[in-house]
């Protein structure tokens, strides 16, 4: 089977990845985002990103008490903000209301004229028992998702959509490359454990083996009782280098999409033109 992968990048843009410290606070953690965006915007960003949970970072019951309040306020936050700069907006990851009290996780993708370019619910439920003995069920109030989304864009090319742990999944990432993604979008809340050994590695393995641009927006710190994330939000290349890094505080990460760039990794490693194997092209 031959991949195509073509560039779908007219012209050259800035993008930003957000890094937060949400909290169960939706308030101030739509002010703080708002505060972040603006920033990424006087930087000159066309696209910014905010990491997963970034309206809401609390306990899954106060999240299922108040998933309409929350789902809510982050769609109309999202809308007018995206409106208020002209921008393209990610709300990485925030709970919609499902079938059976529970949630979905949802990633939001907003034009700057406040409509939305698509929608992606997490496909793969963060289940796990740490080493650190801290267990999380991700499952217990979310209902997973079933479908890759790729947003083709006039002016910033073919975005694809994921969350977090689907970052483990690199099918999720090489079917999108399949269907043309230029840049991979993968916000998250990584833990403060898994982050420092698998963070870094994955995002560069995803953006090297699909030859596509990686934005992954982050949380950091501390945000309620156990709940520690690793931060270091990136933007990486097509060739694996990462290009900017917020680090382990609040801030922004930012730098330059550029499609010559990406042209030139695809031409001199046109892995997807090289592979054997049938990918899911759904």
Not at 128 to 154: A, F, M, Q
Not at 170 to 197: C, H, M, N, W
């Amino acid at each position: 089977v031959t991949g195509v992968q073509t560039c779908a990048l007219p012209i050259s843009y800035l993008a930003a990845a957000v890094q937060m410290t949400s909290t169960p606070d939706l308030s101030h953690n739509l002010t703080q985002a708002e505060a972040l965006i603006q920033q990424a915007v006087e930087r000159g960003a066309a696209l910014v990103t905010l990491p997963e949970n970034f309206s809401f970072l609390g306990t899954e019951r106060e999240k299922l008490i108040q998933v309409k309040r929350i789902a809510a306020a982050t769609e109309e936050f999202l809308v007018k903000t995206a409106q208020q700069f002209g921008i393209t907006l990610l709300g990485g990851g925030f709970p919609v209301p499902a079938p059976g009290g529970k949630v979905y996780n949802v990633a939001a993708l907003i034009g700057p004229h406040g409509e939305e370019l698509g929608r992606y619910r997490k496909i793969h439920l963060f289940d796990v028992d740490l080493p650190d003995g801290i267990t999380y069920r991700e499952s217990d109030s979310v209902l997973p998702g079933d479908t890759i989304h790729l947003v083709r864009t006039e002016k910033l090319g073919a975005l694809g959509l994921s969350v977090c742990y689907d970052l483990r999944f690199p099918e999720v990432y090489r079917a999108l490359a399949l269907q043309g993604a230029d840049v991979l979008l993968i916000p998250s809340a990584f833990t403060a454990y898994t982050g420092k050994d698998h963070w870094r590695v994955l995002l560069r393995a995803r953006a090297i083996e699909n030859t596509c641009y990686v934005l992954a927006p982050a949380q950091v710190g501390t945000h309620y009782s156990r709940r520690h994330t690793y931060g270091h939000a990136l933007v990486i290349d097509p060739w694996g280098n990462v290009l900017a890094d917020a680090g382990d505080m609040p801030g922004i990460a930012i730098a330059q999409i550029d499609p010559k760039r990406l042209a030139q990794v695809r031409q001199q490693l046109p892995v997807l033109q090289h592979q054997r194997i049938e990918g899911d092209r759904k």
